[in-house]
């Protein structure tokens, strides 16, 4: 599966969280009339929780997504972007609320007022930045190697010679490997292969009645 390895999950976060912080913590103050560093604190405190939990979500979002569609996180469509960020705010308005009533000693109102202008604006900002990173540092598909066959071209001149010699089709070309890199060759094509052996079958057969 193509999917981003832990290191990329952590950066990811980090980043994210790191831009949500500088963006929040002057609306915070702004609206609890409270000085910068407690805001920055109250703020901090949060974005340790989602930053434990956002690599979680986007995960479980993110292979839920390649398991049902097949599809990237990197391309992943507009729509589906949405409800990305909507339910990753949603999951951490319910994570953090305790933390806004029990440790930073708000009232459940304005906790909750609290919460869902976080929601509003970290759904947006989510949207916003993850479209963003997905541009910048998008997932690397994973490429299946070519099956290879286990004969080299050697074996297989080998192996057609012995059918012409056995069946008096005639001599292989000299380069056996160039014929097959602009023709396949009758004795290994599956689809005729039936046919070819019942033909010569019946040549042989007449041979040696004759």
Known sequence: MALRNFRERVFQTLSFEFGGLIAVTPIYAASFHTPAVGSASVIAMLS???????????????????????RLASDRPRGLRMVHAASHEVTSLILTMPLLVFVAGLEVWHALTLEIV???FYTIYAYIFHLGYDRLRPVAP????????DRQPDQIAGICSKHHATFGT????????????????RCHDPDIQLQDFSRDSDRLHQRRNA
């Open 48 to 70: 340790v929780a989602v930053i434990i939990w956002s690599p979680l979500h986007n995960a479980v979002f993110d292979w839920a997504d390649l398991r049902l569609t097949g």
């Open 170 to 185: 005639g001599n292989p070309p000299a380069s056996h490997a160039d014929r097959h890199q602009s023709q396949r060759c």
């Open 118 to 120: 976080l929601t509003a």
């Open 142 to 149: 994973q490429v299946a190697a070519p099956a290879s066959s």
